[in-house]
């Protein structure tokens, strides 16, 4: 499965690589702002970044008219740090909206998507299970919170954030899944837009499936060997719309890879 970082602290893209993640969400703007050297680093390791663009957690219940005041900060940052057309800015709501701030929250993405698409970029949110249930229409990546998700994963989202933390190069990351099928998730580099090196879903790519003893498995054809999966792997698996595939003969035996995480 693709897996990617997100961290408020500089990315170490030699060590992403290294440990097999392809991308590393980070702030455009703020005091954990991305810097032109990160943006060198990824490009030179093959590494993509996902900006993020948080102006506070609730900016959001600004609506209208903050929409278009964080649309044009962040399409001025991002064209600072030559980010190119056709990748994401993924605007935060980072807190779980009440009813009555729901509203608000969605006027606040609406303008922000309407300007950084005028302006060559496509759109995104981050947020948790109610944002992302109604934004679905209103942006182009959706990328499910796992604080603010209350352990309900929507279908659909092309990046999912887990609880779980992990430390890559001494930087501590937030770790997300790249949603099942997901060919592009907003990702760049200085030499244009980063795809997802796989459509994870494809049964050629990776196939979720039961050993003939039962156990739950990632198989991964080309390396002719499966992962087994822990039960909150595999519930996640499927509540994230993977599916099983009938049991694989196992002639020649497929080689265990180890236990499968991300």
Same mark, same amino acid.
């Given at each position: 499965?693709?897996?990617?970082?997100?961290?408020?602290?500089?990315?170490?893209?030699?060590?992403?690589?290294?440990?097999?993640?392809?991308?590393?969400?980070?702030?455009?703007?703020?005091?954990?702002?991305?810097?032109?050297?990160?943006?060198?680093?990824?490009?030179?390791?093959?590494?993509?970044?996902?900006?993020?663009?948080?102006?506070?957690?609730?900016?959001?219940?600004?609506?209208?008219?903050?929409?278009?005041?964080?649309?044009?900060?962040?399409?001025?940052?991002?064209?600072?740090?030559? +980010?190119?057309? $056709?990748?994401?800015?993924?605007? &935060? *709501?980072?807190?779980?909206?009440?009813?009555? @701030? %729901?509203?608000? #929250?969605?006027?606040?993405?609406?303008?922000?998507?309407?300007?950084?698409?005028?302006?060559?970029?496509?759109?995104?949110?981050?947020?948790?299970?109610?944002?992302?249930?109604?934004?679905?229409?209103?942006?182009?990546?959706?990328? +499910?919170?796992? $604080?603010?998700?209350?352990?309900? &994963? *929507?279908?659909?989202?092309?990046?999912?954030? @887990? %609880?779980?933390? #992990?430390?890559?190069?001494?930087?501590?990351?937030?770790?997300?899944?790249?949603?099942?099928?997901?060919?592009?998730?907003?990702?760049?580099?200085?030499?244009?837009?980063?795809?997802?090196?796989?459509?994870?879903?494809?049964?050629?790519?990776?196939?979720?499936?039961?050993?003939?003893?039962?156990?739950?498995?990632?198989?991964?054809?080309?390396?002719?060997?499966?992962?087994?999966?822990?039960?909150?792997?595999?519930?996640?698996?499927?509540?994230?719309?993977?599916?099983?595939?009938?049991?694989?003969?196992?002639?020649?035996?497929?080689?265990?890879?180890?236990?499968?995480?991300?």
């Amino acid at each position: 499965m693709i897996s990617v970082l997100d961290s408020a602290h500089p990315l170490n893209a030699k060590a992403d690589k290294h440990a097999g993640y392809e991308a590393h969400g980070r702030y455009l703007l703020g005091a954990y702002a991305l810097a032109a050297k990160e943006v060198q680093d990824a490009t030179d390791h093959g590494v993509g970044i996902v900006s993020l663009c948080e102006k506070g957690p609730q900016a959001a219940l600004g609506g209208t008219t903050q929409g278009h005041l964080d649309a044009h900060a962040y399409v001025t940052q991002a064209e600072r740090m030559r +980010q190119p057309s $056709g990748s994401v800015l993924i605007a &935060t *709501v980072d807190f779980d909206p009440t009813p009555a @701030q %729901l509203g608000s #929250v969605l006027r606040y993405l609406e303008a922000f998507s309407a300007d950084v698409r005028a302006c060559g970029f496509i759109s995104g949110a981050y947020g948790g299970t109610t944002v992302m249930q109604e934004v679905a229409d209103h942006v182009d990546i959706r990328m +499910q919170a796992a $604080g603010w998700s209350n352990g309900i &994963t *929507v279908p659909g989202c092309h990046l999912y954030q @887990q %609880l779980a933390q #992990v430390v890559v190069g001494g930087v501590s990351c937030d770790l997300d899944l790249v949603g099942p099928g997901v060919s592009y998730y907003g990702a760049w580099n200085l030499h244009g837009l980063v795809p997802s090196p796989t459509t994870s879903s494809t049964e050629d790519e990776m196939i979720l499936t039961h050993l003939h003893d039962g156990q739950a498995v990632v198989v991964f054809p080309a390396e002719s060997g499966y992962r087994p999966l822990g039960p909150e792997m595999q519930a996640w698996l499927l509540s994230a719309g993977y599916q099983f595939k009938p049991p694989l003969p196992q002639n020649p035996p497929l080689k265990n890879l180890g236990p499968f995480s991300a």
